[in-house]
C-alpha cells in the first residue's frame, strides 16, 4: 500500500497547503456527538434524504418550514403523526412534496426512538460505533433507516460530525491512481477492503478518516 506521505503531498501540490486544510471537515469527538438532541439529529438526517438529487440551496432554504411541519423534529412526536398527517403534507406548498421522501422521516422517527431505547441516544450510538468498521455502520443505518443506503449514510454522518470516509467517485479514483484499488469497491467485499486500507492510512497518518478521505479526492480532482 503506498504511504500517505506521497498522496499528502500530490494534494498539497495540486492545491496549496492551506486550500487543503480549508476543504477538511470538522469532526466531532465522542463527547460532542453525545451531546447533541436526537432532534437535531432527525432533522439532518432528513435534510440529508431531501437534498439527494436536488440543489441543496433550494432544499435549505426550504428548511425552516420543515422544522414548523415535523412538529422541531422531535423524534417522538413525528412518530406520533398518522399517515394522513404525512400525507396531508403533501398539500403544503412551502415543502418539497416528495411522498416516499416525506414518509421517511416518519419512518426514521420511530427508528430513531428505538435506537434510543436500546442506547440511551441516537448521539450515543453513534459516539460508540468504533472508526475501524465504519462501514459496519452505514450498513446499519442502510437497515434501520429509510433511504439511507449507497453513500446517503455516509454523507449523513459527514453532515453530523461522525468521522467517517465517504466513497465519492473522487475518492475511489484516487485509490484506483494509487494503486489501492483494481476497480470500483462493490459490495460487502468491497467495503471491507475500503475500510482496511483507511484503517492502515489511519495508523500511518493518526488522521480523521474524513481528513484521509477529502486528501485522497483532493490528489487527483
Known sequence: MVGFAKIQKAAEKRLGAAA???????????????????DRYLSLMSLRVFRA?????????????FETAFKGFDPRRVRAMS?????????DKRLIRHLGKLKSVQANAAAMCEVAA???????WLADWPGSDIVGLWDALG????????????????????????????????????????????GKAGR??????????????????????????????
Open 118 to 124: 436500546e442506547h440511551g441516544s441516537f448521539g450515543a
Open 20 to 38: 487543503l486544510a480549508a476543504r477538511l471537515p470538522a469532526v466531532k469527538a465522542p463527547t460532542q456527538l453525545k451531546k447533541v438532541g436526537d
Open 143 to 186: 437497515k434501520r433507516f429509510s433511504q439511507l443506503g449507497g453513500n446517503s449514510g455516509p454523507y449523513f454522518l459527514r453532515m453530523a460530525g461522525k468521522d467517517t470516509f465517504v466513497p465519492t467517485p473522487s475518492v475511489v479514483k484516487a485509490l484506483i491512481h494509487w494503486g489501492a484499488l483494481d476497480g470500483e469497491p462493490k
Open 83 to 91: 399517515d394522513e398527517d404525512v400525507e396531508k403534507l403533501m398539500a
Open 192 to 221: 471491507a477492503q475500503l475500510q482496511a486500507l483507511f484503517n492502515g492510512w489511519a495508523a500511518e497518518t493518526q488522521m480523521p478518516l474524513a481528513h484521509l478521505s477529502v486528501t485522497l479526492a483532493a490528489s487527483v480532482d
Open 53 to 65: 438529487g436536488l440543489k441543496h440551496e433550494m432544499v435549505d432554504a426550504k428548511w425552516p418550514d
